[in-house]
């Protein structure tokens, strides 16, 4: 029916089963479109108008996206976006608009010890500093050596200071005997929601990949769980649609002894308690979906939740 678009058959099917014919219709027409590169104005360097004013001049275009006040979707692009000076000096960061979320659904204060779960190559540590105004201190780990590379370089360009960069496996965070008021943990993912920038994927994508990196996320969120204060707030994020790395995953957080937090953000769809012919649990309604047919994005998912 959709063989047009080179899909894995096994994916569409699967596509077909999660949000029936005419959305996926629509998902997979939209998927051919490229995706809008966007940019977060660092308001730790700059003010988002200025940094707008300059970008003007030069020939740059944006409209303005709608859950986040510092962020913009570039509409016209004379230059790279990532070759200007106000780009080199660390006036904004390159980043899709979907991975604003989490930094804002966490919403860190100037007085919180933050976790980072996998933070290279830094867009979300860069972006909670800015929520803190560089108080409060921000603890970012990841264990890939030349995106760590990336985030130090990041961290310095965007007048970061708040940050401690450590190349760590994050089954060792409980060595440290630390316990964070909040942690990000945008998890490793299939990269499912991704198509529209790695078109790839839609061929190479295999059912099995789902579980496999369904398994490690939970290890992450065992570990999240242990070293998280009572009371304290986790965001979970992946860019993927797939039910095994997002709603799953949330129910064994919810196992785990978490319960899951009403979203700020009221522009994304709700999580999926249909999945694949099974029902699950009402407050999985409270996560967030982003749709590249719906909201014009990559495929995106986020949760909110608080250690009981």
């Not at 939209?30 to 660092?42: F, G, T």
């Not at 560089?134 to 760590?148: L, Q, T």
């Not at 369904?214 to 204060?229: F, M, N, P, T």
Request: net charge positive; aromatic share 8%; proline share 5%.
């Amino acid at each position: 029916m959709f063989e047009q678009y080179g899909y894995n058959p096994d994916l569409v099917k699967r596509y077909i089963s999660l949000f029936g014919n005419k959305a996926t219709a629509k998902l997979l027409q939209v998927n051919e479109l490229p995706l809008k590169k966007s940019i977060r104005i660092n308001t730790l360097r700059i003010k988002p108008n200025e940094c707008i004013s300059r970008l003007s001049s030069k020939g740059f275009s944006f409209s303005k996206i709608r859950w986040c006040d510092y962020g913009f979707s570039i509409e016209n692009e004379p230059n790279s976006i990532g070759a200007t000076t106000e780009y080199l000096t660390g006036d904004y960061y390159v980043q899709d608009s979907t991975s604003m979320v989490p930094p804002l659904e966490l919403a860190p204060s100037k007085n919180d010890l933050v976790l980072d779960m996998t933070a290279a190559p830094g867009g979300k540590t860069t972006h909670l500093a800015q929520i803190m105004g560089n108080n409060g201190v921000i603890v970012a780990v990841d264990m890939n050596k030349e995106k760590m590379r990336a985030l130090r370089s990041n961290i310095q360009r965007c007048g970061v200071e708040n940050v401690i960069a450590i190349r760590m496996e994050a089954q060792e965070l409980p060595t440290f005997n630390l316990k964070f008021d909040k942690i990000l943990l945008d998890a490793p993912c299939t990269g499912e929601g991704t198509i529209r920038k790695n078109p790839e994927r839609r061929k190479s994508l295999k059912l099995e990949d789902f579980k496999a990196y369904s398994d490690r996320q939970k290890e992450l969120i065992d570990i999240a769980a242990q070293v998280l204060k009572k009371k304290g707030v986790l965001v979970y994020s992946t860019c993927s649609l797939a039910p095994e790395e997002n709603e799953m995953v949330i129910e064994h957080a919810v196992s785990k002894g978490f319960e899951v937090l009403n979203l700020k953000n009221k522009l994304c769809s709700k999580g999926l308690t249909e999945i694949l012919g099974e029902r699950h649990p009402d407050y999985l309604k409270k996560c967030g979906r982003f749709y590249p047919h719906i909201h014009d994005t990559q495929g995106f998912f986020v949760a909110k939740l608080v250690k009981l």
